[in-house]
């Protein structure tokens, strides 16, 4: 099975930096990977697909790159609502592997 | 508008059974594929499977398989998650999401499943 290994696990930043979370496959999924967010109680919603078009209604200051085994998901201009847990998934066959997540905290 | 809406929160003795249920609206149900996914408490996502509802081919991941069953009410739009012989290890959150195109754009709201004697 593919792996995903996510880093950092957690990060602490502040309103207005901009933080980048990665994740790393283990093996060549081309541009099959998602980013999902979490908010604590709450389902997880679609941030990015093919590693970097944007999910309908997702803010530009979002934005994920990557391909093969490499990928990013970059947050500009953090905003308060921006604080929550992030997972990737790769989508290149089953099974559909979660990463192990990066929770985003205020600092 | 698209919805996925899942059947309430369960309380549940060991070795009971659970049935879940996932109830689409807002676009042709036999289109999309649904995806389960399992959230432990405090833990990450995992997933679980997922059913084609065209034909009713259910795929599952390794650790679900055996105790694990989707199923589908095509006429009600709604799909089915079952687990038999229920462990403490299944408590968790459950959570449906249709594939699209092979990732999840929408999901439901999640059903909390407790195990208890």
């Known amino acids: 099975d593919i792996q995903m290994t996510q880093s950092p696990a957690s990060l602490s930043a502040s309103v207005g930096e901009t933080v980048t979370i990665t994740c790393r496959v283990s093996e060549n999924i081309y541009s099959y990977l998602a980013w999902y967010q979490q908010k604590q109680g709450k389902s997880p919603q679609l941030l990015v697909y093919?590693?970097?078009t944007l999910a309908e209604g997702v803010p530009s200051r979002f934005s994920g790159s990557g391909s093969g085994t490499q990928f990013s998901l970059k947050i500009n201009s953090l905003q308060p609502e921006d604080f929550g847990s992030y997972y990737c998934q790769h989508h290149y066959g089953t099974p559909r592997t979660f990463g192990g997540g990066t929770k985003l905290e205020i600092k | 508008q698209i919805q996925l809406v899942q059947s309430g929160p369960v309380l549940k003795k060991p070795g009971e059974t659970v049935k879940i249920s996932c109830k689409a609206s807002?676009?042709?149900?036999?289109?999309?594929?649904m995806n389960w996914v399992k959230q432990a408490p405090g833990k990450v996502l995992k997933w679980m499977g997922w059913i084609n509802t065209y034909n009713g081919e259910s795929t599952y991941a390794d650790d679900f398989k055996g105790r694990s069953a989707f199923s589908l009410e095509t006429s009600a739009s709604t799909a089915y998650l079952q687990i038999n012989n229920l462990k403490n290890e299944d408590m968790a959150t459950y959570f449906c999401?249709?594939?699209?195109?092979?990732?999840?754009?929408?999901w439901g709201q999640g059903t909390l499943v407790t195990v208890s004697a």
């Open positions: 093919n590693a970097k």
């Open positions: 999401a249709r594939e699209d195109f092979s990732w999840f754009a929408y």
């Open positions: 807002g676009y042709t149900f036999t289109n999309y594929g």
